[in-house]
């Protein structure tokens, strides 16, 4: 089953804050969060694995709620680079199989 | 190690006809993915390999579609008797075994017409 992302789209000036959410009724092994900018293939980010740490990558960085199961990605100081689409990948089993959310789009303006 | 690479970019055939894409995975990487992607949509999987064996397919798949990863290597995709749904960015990805992040190619835009 699709996990649900929200927001569905968020429009940001340059330095604000902003996070998403990904959301599944399932339980999960890992969540993988990507970037795809317009016209090119989504770039990895982060995996975020069950009892797993919270995951960092310079400004940005995820966390994994398990009870909840729902992942949360935190984009701080936003930079005019972090445009796109942010897709979460839910694994279950850790069967190597991703189901894809929606994506949240995002803008951010100088 | 130059990344994933895919073949052709863009496509474009006459409902009716069939059409290969090929991707090339990173070097050592075992697992190879397929994905279709529409426009404001995430990519939906298609099928898996790891090394050379179709793990899984999605049932979603209709049987025009077929995969081989003959080698263990590179990977083809197949779709017979093109319909104009078939009309979407075809994604392929790999990951190695000592992880389950995967590396995407840069897609083959196929166009029915």
């Known amino acids: 089953q699709q996990p649900v992302q929200s927001p569905q789209a968020v429009i940001l000036r340059e330095g604000e804050d902003a996070v998403i959410n990904c959301s599944s009724s399932k339980a999960l092994y890992s969540v993988h969060w990507y970037r795809q900018k317009h016209g090119e293939a989504p770039v990895f980010l982060m995996i975020l694995l069950k009892g797993g740490e919270q995951m960092r990558h310079e400004k940005i960085s995820a966390s994994f709620n398990e009870k909840k199961q729902q992942s949360s990605l935190y984009l701080t100081a936003s930079q005019l680079s972090y445009s796109g689409t942010y897709f979460c990948g839910t694994e279950r089993d850790s069967n190597y199989q991703l189901i894809w959310g929606a994506g949240t789009k995002l803008i951010i303006k100088p | 190690d130059t990344g994933v690479s895919q073949n052709p970019r863009h496509k474009i055939t006459k409902r009716g006809q069939n059409v290969t894409f090929r991707c090339d995975p990173i070097?050592?990487?075992?697992?190879l993915y397929w994905y279709r992607q529409t426009l404001g949509q995430g990519p939906e999987f298609l099928t898996y390999?790891?090394?050379?064996?179709?793990?899984?397919k999605s049932r979603l798949l209709s049987d025009r579609f077929s995969a081989e990863r003959p080698k263990g290597s590179f990977s083809t995709l197949e779709i017979q008797r093109t319909e104009q749904g078939d009309s979407a960015m075809y994604l392929c990805?790999?990951?190695?075994?000592?992880?389950?992040?995967?590396?995407f190619g840069p897609g083959t835009r196929l166009t029915v017409t």
């Open positions: 990805a790999s990951s190695s075994r000592h992880g389950h992040e995967q590396y």
């Open positions: 390999f790891q090394n050379e064996a179709q793990l899984e």
């Open positions: 070097s050592e990487h075992n697992r």
